[in-house]
């Protein structure tokens, strides 16, 4: 797979050495989702190591631990709700405004974490401002589509709008065809690919999701720079029953396999009558079919879902478990397998792409995404796992994959490129 370097640009560092960089993300809560968690933690480490923080985001009432560091500042954006998935999303009220104001006092670096809408106003603000642009893809907008159709036509709206005034004399990319895409996504995957070919550099989590912004945008400049994520605080294991528990921690939707969890629990507990099933998360409240098959589950017995726990409790629902099963196909990364693993659990997973913290046959298993296969794998290493050296081995391997993805890792490496970018600005001398 090709890698291209840095594109030499147009950027500046300051005086001192330190850097003000502005990130625009289209997420920042209400919901705890993995971007959110993954965007704060690179704010944290870069302020931890002495540089300034711009934070651009919708009006939400989502919030930074590190909302007090006086090297940190936010701009909200006027936004609204979207139904079922506690998110809000900005549509483009105040973003001239704001625009006029950031292009007057211009960041060093301009680092956008996805391309929605505030992420199209942080390359807007890149090419007006003549800064540099490193654009993060968290999100593979093909692997959703299935799940958020609605939304892409609004989307590709967006895209255009930027386009008219990114470059009014520039032809608008045609959709990029492919066996199965609607017109709405093929025309939005081919605005992004010309987005993700404007910036200096696109960094992407995984070699999975390099590859995916490849195919989509050939001559984009990628690098690949999994999320930082450190351990939680230990806390003692929850009660539990006899029999063995499987845990599932992020959003409770369709588009993240729990259709799949549910069967392939099933056929789990036909087997191991004692085993649960615990899914920790929000639920997508707009998901009517998801609710009823979920409340069967329940009542059918085994699985219990907690709910949205507050991340700094999460520790005790990882030590109190067994395995940790993933069903998703539709993650880039997924921190939440990294910190699984930071606690020492071992892995059951259906995508062959999400294999930082996985060793297939030491801490992981992975499994094809049907449910007899899933259920087969899952009882098969927890009967591996009865064995304690084969137990303990899993653990310290999950431990040591884990301490590699490190917070301060990442950014020590997006601040690399952060600053490699400046010096190339200062060697063309402007």
């Avoid at 989702?33 to 989502?62: I, N, W």
């Avoid at 954006?77 to 549509?91: D, K, N």
């Avoid at 801490?363 to 296969?373: I, W, Y």
Wanted: with cysteine.
């Amino acid at each position: 797979m090709e890698r291209h370097p840095p594109r030499k640009g147009t950027v500046i560092s300051t005086s001192t050495g330190r850097l003000r960089v502005a990130m625009f993300t289209d997420n920042y809560g209400p919901r705890a989702s993995g971007l959110v968690r993954a965007v704060q933690e690179l704010e944290h480490q870069v302020l931890a190591e002495g540089h300034e923080v711009l934070l651009v985001a919708p009006a939400s009432a989502g919030t930074s631990p590190d909302a007090e560091d006086p090297w940190r500042s936010e701009r909200r954006l006027a936004s609204l709700p979207v139904p079922g998935v506690q998110l809000r999303l900005s549509l483009g009220r105040g973003f001239e405004r704001a625009l006029d104001e950031l292009v007057a006092d211009p960041p060093d670096v301009v680092h956008v974490h996805g391309l929605g809408p505030v992420g199209l106003l942080g390359m807007w603000v890149a090419e007006k401002a003549d800064r540099p642009l490193v654009v993060t893809w968290h999100t593979d907008f093909e692997a959703y589509a299935e799940h958020f159709g609605p939304m892409l036509p609004a989307l590709a709206g967006a895209y255009r709008v930027f386009f008219r005034h990114f470059d009014a004399g520039r032809d608008l990319a045609r959709g990029i065809p492919g066996e199965g895409r609607s017109r709405s996504l093929a025309d939005l995957l081919a605005l992004a690919a010309a987005l993700l070919t404007e910036a200096d550099v696109v960094t992407t989590p995984s070699d999975k999701t390099a590859d995916r912004v490849l195919s989509i945008a050939p001559d984009a400049h990628v690098q690949v720079v999994p999320n930082g994520c450190d351990p939680l605080p230990e806390q003692p294991a929850l009660s539990r029953g006899t029999g063995p528990r499987l845990l599932y921690v992020g959003w409770v939707g369709a588009e993240k396999g729990i259709g799949l969890l549910l069967d392939a629990f099933d056929l789990v507990r036909q087997a191991r009558p004692d085993a649960e099933l615990v899914l920790v998360g929000p639920r997508n409240t707009g998901d009517l079919g998801l609710r009823r098959r979920l409340g069967r589950a329940i009542r059918a017995g085994g699985v219990h879902w907690v709910g949205e726990v507050p991340h700094d409790q999460l520790a005790a629902w990882y030590a109190s478990a067994d395995l940790f099963v993933f069903g998703s196909e539709t993650d880039t990364q997924a921190l939440v397998l990294h910190e699984a693993a930071h606690a020492g659990l071992p892995l059951v997973l259906v995508d062959p792409g999400l294999r930082l913290v996985a060793e297939d046959g030491v801490n992981a298993r992975f499994a094809r995404p049907e449910p007899s296969e899933l259920a087969a794998t899952v009882l098969d290493f927890l009967a591996a796992l009865a064995d304690p050296a084969t137990a303990a081995r899993a653990s310290a391997r999950s431990r040591e994959l884990a301490a590699v993805h490190t917070g301060r890792h990442q950014a020590q490496v997006m601040l690399g490129i952060y600053q490699e970018l400046a010096e190339l600005r200062r060697g063309t001398g402007t």
